[in-house]
């Protein structure tokens, strides 16, 4: 038994070729196998997952997956964020629950998926994500997104800055980085396009926001297992390293 018996389990892989900071980022080779593989893999690997599919607006990503025999969907050019493409996904194809998996994140483990969808299983949860622990060189580091969490673990904000504010450097606050993968049930990502413009989701480029200032709880699961969201040469150099090191 599974802690979300009788609902369906969506994973989508939202995977957008044109990427500002690393071209063609979702179709690059790491450790002899194009990120995206590694990415449809490790979610496939996970048995809470009834279906797992690539949603994509580029036709070489598409033609990528049929090569491999992997789903993929086409979706809408102009999905602003990865939210929205699962959106897009879920005009058509029907799910109970749908786990947004970034198609950056080829460290992806079944384990990540286990925590995100471990408090689905109470019907008041409409929003998960995941947090690990933040490294000291990640704290003030703006790409490092940061969370902060209510006791229950409901978020009270995310920020690219330092949060909390450590006001006499007593540093008894642990810093938890945020990991962009999330499961939304299918209510709340119908109206997640429909929500007002969030002022806060602009200024900080952080979807989630739109959420929590429209007044919708996103739950924070904790896991120990860190990931490396691929954004430049360096980060595919660092992952590929890590990677390589597993088979070893």
Same mark, same amino acid.
């Given at each position: 038994?599974? /802690?979300?018996?009788?609902?369906?389990?969506? #994973?989508?892989? /939202?995977?957008?070729?044109?990427?500002?900071? %690393?071209?063609?980022?979702?179709?690059?080779?790491?450790? #002899?196998? /194009?990120?995206? #593989?590694?990415?449809?893999h490790a979610a496939r690997a996970c048995p809470l997952l009834d279906q797992v599919l690539i949603a994509t607006d580029s036709e070489e990503v598409l033609e990528f997956a049929q090569r491999y025999s992997l789903p993929a969907i086409f979706t809408p050019a102009d999905c602003a964020s990865g939210s929205d493409r699962v &959106? *897009?996904? *879920?005009?058509? @194809?029907?799910? +109970? @629950?749908?786990?947004? @998996?970034?198609? +950056? !994140? /080829?460290?992806?483990?079944? !384990? &990540?998926l286990d925590a995100l969808l471990a408090p689905m299983s109470d019907p008041a949860v409409q929003v998960a994500t995941l947090a690990t622990d933040c490294t000291p060189a990640n704290i003030a580091n703006p790409n490092?997104?940061?969370?902060?969490?209510?006791?229950? #673990?409901?978020?009270?904000?995310?920020?690219?800055s330092t949060i909390p504010y450590d006001r006499d450097h007593a540093g008894s606050i642990p810093y938890r980085k945020h990991l962009g993968i999330y499961a939304y049930r299918r209510e709340a990502l119908q109206r997640f396009p429909s929500l007002p413009p969030s002022? %806060?989701?602009?200024?900080?480029? %952080? !979807?989630?926001?739109?959420? %929590?200032?429209? +007044?919708? +709880?996103v739950h924070v699961s904790y896991t120990p297992f860190d990931t490396i969201g691929v954004d430049t040469e360096e980060d595919l150099q660092a992952v590929e390293a890590l990677l390589l090191s597993r088979r070893s």
């Open positions: 038994m599974t /802690p979300i018996q009788n609902q369906r389990v969506l #994973g989508v892989i /939202p995977a957008r070729l044109a990427s500002t900071r %690393l071209s063609r980022k979702v179709l690059r080779e790491i450790a #002899g196998q /194009p990120m995206l #593989g590694w990415v449809y &959106h *897009a996904v *879920a005009q058509s @194809i029907a799910a +109970d @629950i749908y786990v947004n @998996i970034q198609g +950056d !994140e /080829p460290l992806l483990r079944p !384990e &990540h490092a997104v940061k969370v902060v969490t209510s006791a229950s #673990g409901r978020a009270l904000y995310f920020s690219r002022a %806060l989701e602009a200024t900080e480029k %952080l !979807e989630q926001l739109r959420f %929590l200032e429209n +007044d919708i +709880d």
